[in-house]
């Protein structure tokens, strides 16, 4: 069982940056894949960066040269650094782990976090 919390959120003007950063707790000996999703006010929910357990990487193309996605296995933290922010990326963002694999079109994962609120101003 893992246990995922996020943090980092908050809210920012367009062009700005923020950091969201993700703490796994529990199970943390095998090897799973991590990704951040979000979802915005009357919308579902999509990937946005994903993270194989070999570090391999892949983006939604509204993201893609924005934001960039790493993991620090020593502390057992997801992060997702988000520049150029734009009014469109206002989202609830959520962390989740899958022990077999993330992918950037599926919200079919093992365990989610209760999510970061990231908000965009023009």
């Known amino acids: 069982q893992l246990q995922l919390v996020e943090s980092g959120g908050g809210s920012v003007q367009a062009g700005g940056s923020l950091r969201l950063s993700c703490a796994v707790s529990g199970y943390t000996y095998g090897s799973y894949s991590m990704g951040w999703f979000r979802q915005a006010p009357g919308k579902d929910r999509e990937g946005v960066a994903v993270?194989?357990?070999?570090?391999?990487?892949n983006y939604a193309d509204s993201v893609k040269g924005r934001f960039t996605i790493s993991k620090d296995n020593a502390k057992n933290t997801l992060y997702l650094e988000m520049n150029s922010l734009k009014p469109e990326d206002t989202a609830m963002y959520y962390c989740?782990?899958?022990?077999?694999?993330?992918?950037?079109?599926?919200?079919?994962?093992?365990?989610w976090g209760k999510g970061a609120l990231v908000t965009i101003s023009s």
């Open positions: 989740a782990a899958d022990l077999a694999e993330a992918r950037i079109d599926s919200i079919s994962m093992d365990y």
């Open positions: 993270i194989d357990s070999h570090g391999s990487t």
